[in-house]
């Protein structure tokens, strides 16, 4: 079971970690996707990890703003969120898989991910 936590309110400018943690499971065996539902929007891919750590990939609205990383040793995969916009105002889910099946163009694709946190709710004030 996943769990994501560390969503909150925050200005615009400003940053949040967001963290997603494993019951039951070892978190390091698995690939490790975020996704993001803003309201009366579908959910869309926001960035991810390789089970290593070695690959990461993100979406073009939030490169260069958004660090996706993992401690293998903790069973957490974290999400830093730098310089957030209120477009960015969104529940934020974390998602892991066998990377033996999520891998290359489907890490972004939320349908390949099995296992899915209860999510957190991100809100960026203008």
């Known amino acids: 079971q996943l769990q994501a936590s560390g969503g909150g309110l925050v200005q615009v400018g400003g940053s949040l970690r967001l963290s997603c943690a494993a019951s039951?499971?070892?978190?390091?065996?698995?690939?490790v996707g975020w996704f993001r539902q803003a309201p009366g929007k579908e959910r869309e891919f926001v960035a991810a990890i390789t089970w290593s750590g070695a690959g990461t990939y993100y979406a073009d609205s939030v490169k260069g703003r958004f660090t996706i990383s993992r401690d293998n040793t903790e069973n957490t995969v974290s999400l830093q969120m730098n310089n957030l916009k209120p477009e960015d105002t969104a529940v934020y889910y974390c998602?892991?898989?066998?990377?033996?099946?999520?891998?290359?163009?489907?890490?972004?694709?939320?349908?390949?991910?099995?296992?899915w946190g209860q999510g957190t709710q991100v809100t960026v004030s203008s």
């Open positions: 039951g499971r070892t978190l390091s065996s698995y690939v």
């Open positions: 998602a892991a898989d066998d990377p033996a099946q999520v891998y290359g163009s489907r890490l972004s694709e939320e349908n390949e991910y099995d296992y």
